[in-house]
């Protein structure tokens, strides 16, 4: 992590609008004493009276900012512990950065030393501020000298020439003014900026950041991120880190770079085999279980740190250190190293897998040598290759497995009805069904009424008078 460093001196900015507001008041006192001057000039001196008052304004702002910032993590223990991605300033970053500011007192034009301590200063921005503040200045004492030829001239009887002259210098005037406005203007946007950790113009501008990468590119060649082009420049801005120290008459900023070392790793896992001797089995536990074999030196080292947890979205991590509770919201990878404090993620302890279950066998004087070459039958052990690419890097899968929460579904009084008014329906088509499946009462005997049909009728017999006749 390289640390581009640059500071803004705001006392000789403070003077000279001091010194502004003298010859202001000088000239407001010349042209008072003269009625017609100061029709004349009366809306000039609105102008300058309206910038003036941003200026104020302005300084006002800034003072409020006054303090050292030195910001920790949200609690000591944490703070230590928890390293995190999103640009807050804990103890640790601090104290990087009042190490820097020690060492720049002595070491401010020497860029070597400041490269081994993973720093440089950005003298072409400091130099552009101050030749901006120098300015102000050269005009500032041009328009003291004009001033005091106006006082005489007023003195001596103003004419139509020395208004116009008069005019002019409250023109000058309210140029010089704005000038400064817009350096306060600027600090004040690059202080807003800097509070949210976004890389803005304000803060420097994208030219004077390229060349300041040029410079470091020799020292760390092919170490950077991205190629070093301008074409590159919106990439190089997207990872800065930025920081800023304000004091009374100062304002300091720190734009950390990632520094990518590229190197390639073995990674290997030592993996503890029983071994049988005599009638004991024998088992190595290594102190690491995962180790680093580099490349190009062959060098081994032992890989201690554990990635215990990977948020992908904002969690609430709980923590309790020496009977103080706090909630940390966090995002992004994180180291979890020992201390005093006990992390609780979704209300379940963060455990540090350090310890193995069950008493080793410690033996003083081991010896392997079998008796005879059967005892040993020779073996090899083939492991497959190891791309960390292809790692799963979620581990919050077996937490989030013993936290598993089961819904239980209550059906509503609506469902309930539902599921009754339909048991109804489906009751009364099975009625009906089974109703018109009954034969009737003709089809129930069908003889009997075969029988009735068949019961002839008795004749009957119709007397007619005899004179009647069919």
């Not at 803004?8 to 003077?15: A, G, R, S």
């Not at 990635?307 to 969690?315: G, L």
């Amino acid at each position: 992590m390289n640390t581009f460093v640059h500071y803004y001196d705001l006392q000789p900015l403070f003077d000279e609008y001091a010194s502004l507001n003298a010859q202001y008041d000088e000239l407001r006192l010349t042209y008072l004493n003269n009625t017609l001057v100061g029709r004349e000039l009366d809306n000039y001196n609105r102008i300058v009276q309206y910038s003036r008052s941003s200026i104020s304004s302005k300084i006002n702002n800034i003072k409020i900012h006054n303090r050292k910032i030195s910001k920790r993590g949200l609690i000591d223990g944490v703070g230590s512990i928890i390293k995190s991605l999103t640009g807050n300033l804990d103890a640790s970053d601090g104290e990087k950065i009042y190490r820097i500011l020690n060492h720049m007192q002595v070491n401010e034009h020497n860029l070597q030393n400041q490269l081994k301590h993973q720093y440089s200063v950005n003298h072409q921005t400091i130099k552009n501020f101050n030749e901006t503040i120098q300015d102000i200045q050269h005009n500032e004492l041009m328009l003291r000298s004009k001033i005091m030829q106006l006082s005489q001239f007023v003195r001596e009887g103003a004419t139509h020439q020395d208004i116009l002259f008069a005019k002019d210098l409250f023109n000058q005037l309210n140029i010089l003014y704005n000038g400064i406005l817009n350096v306060l203007q600027d600090i004040e946007n690059s202080i807003t900026f800097c509070r949210i950790n976004a890389m803005h113009p304000s803060i420097i501008n994208p030219h004077d950041l390229f060349l300041e990468i040029e410079n470091i590119s020799q020292h760390y060649q092919s170490s950077l991120p991205f190629e070093v082009k301008y074409e590159n420049i919106l990439d190089f801005e997207s990872i800065l880190k930025i920081h800023c120290k304000i004091d009374s008459d100062r304002i300091t900023y720190f734009l950390s770079m990632p520094i990518y070392y590229e190197r390639e790793f073995n990674l290997f896992y030592m993996l503890p085999i029983p071994t049988k001797h005599q009638s004991d089995y024998l088992t190595i536990i290594p102190k690491s279980k995962f180790f680093l074999k580099d490349s190009s030196d062959n060098s081994i080292r032992p890989l201690s740190d554990m990635c215990t947890q990977v948020f992908i979205r904002e969690e609430k991590i709980v923590a309790h250190c020496k009977g103080s509770t706090d909630t940390i919201l966090l995002t992004g990878t994180f180291l979890i190293t020992r201390d005093s404090c006990d992390l609780f993620f979704k209300e379940k302890k963060l455990v540090f897998q350090e310890t193995s279950h069950g008493k080793p066998l410690i033996i003083s004087a081991l010896n392997l040598q079998p008796n005879t070459p059967h005892d040993n039958p020779e073996f090899q052990i083939k492991l497959k290759k190891l791309n960390l690419k292809e790692l799963p890097i979620d581990p919050i899968i077996p937490i989030t497995d013993n936290l598993q929460s089961y819904d239980y579904h209550i059906p509503s009084l609506w469902t309930i009805m539902l599921y009754i008014f339909l048991a109804s329906g489906v009751f009364y088509l099975c009625y009906r069904w089974k109703k018109n499946k009954e034969p009737t009462p003709k089809e129930r005997n069908p003889t009997k009424s075969k029988k009735i049909e068949e019961v002839e009728l008795p004749e009957r017999r119709i007397n007619l008078p005899e004179d009647a006749s069919f």
